[in-house]
């Protein structure tokens, strides 16, 4: 039972570039998040989604796309890769819509 | 504008002695509040949580007191052990949604 797992762990990017986060779980959780953390910032919500099928904004979605792969995956995606996106990104997924279940992070950092 | 606010950055406290952390929120519809703890390189981990009906849960060395008149919750950890030294963030969440808002953390490091 390996819980919530995030590919890469690393990742350096140059302005302009693509990229997609994954994330799956194994826990047969309906929700998935996607946050970043920043300094002095916490954790920020890009996207989620409430069930397989659905996603909605966050608190910070500009930038990024998300899909609903199926009921254990969720993918974030960066078009066109910003500075700005320089951050520690994180997967989370729950049963209810409280105790969250986080994956260990993704580093990017943008050039 | 953060609903979820952790006035202190850090906390350096003793072994053996009380931690107390705090928080306060600005959004009277939120009516759960969790905190976790997050080692370095590592995703945050749920640590204990607290409905709006109750004012205190406790667990073990963990105890979570919440003031909702003054929008105040705070976090005990009795007594401090150097493995608790990492990252404790807050958090809250309205009935029926599926949103956390999170606080900023508090780093707390225990002396030996």
């Known amino acids: 039972n390996a819980g919530v797992t995030q590919t890469p762990k690393f990742q350096v990017l140059k302005t302009g570039q693509s990229m997609t986060l994954q994330c799956a779980q194994d826990?047969?959780?309906?929700?998935m998040y996607w946050y970043r953390q920043d300094p002095g910032m916490g954790l920020r919500l890009i996207y989620y989604s409430a069930s397989e099928g659905t996603t909605d904004k966050g608190e910070v979605p500009n930038g990024y796309n998300v899909s609903r792969l199926n009921k254990r995956e969720f993918s974030l995606r960066l078009e066109s890769a910003a500075p700005s996106q320089t951050s520690v990104y994180f997967c989370a997924s729950a049963l209810s819509s409280y105790e969250q279940y986080f994956g260990p992070g993704t580093r990017l950092t943008v050039t | 504008d953060q609903q979820v606010k952790q006035n202190s950055p850090s906390l350096s406290v003793q072994e053996g002695r009380i931690s107390i952390l705090n928080c306060d929120y600005t959004?009277?519809?939120?009516?759960?509040f969790l905190w976790y703890k997050k080692y370095p390189a590592e995703g945050p981990t749920f640590l204990i949580s607290i409905s709006s009906i109750k004012d205190k849960n406790e667990d073990g060395r963990f105890t979570v007191f919440l003031n909702k008149s003054a929008k105040h919750l705070s976090l005990h950890i009795v007594p401090s052990q150097p493995g608790d030294s990492a990252v404790y963030f807050c958090a809250a969440s309205e009935s029926g949604d599926y949103k956390l808002s999170f606080g900023a953390g508090t780093t707390v490091t225990v002396r030996a």
């Open positions: 826990m047969n959780h309906n929700s």
């Open positions: 959004n009277s519809m939120f009516d759960y």
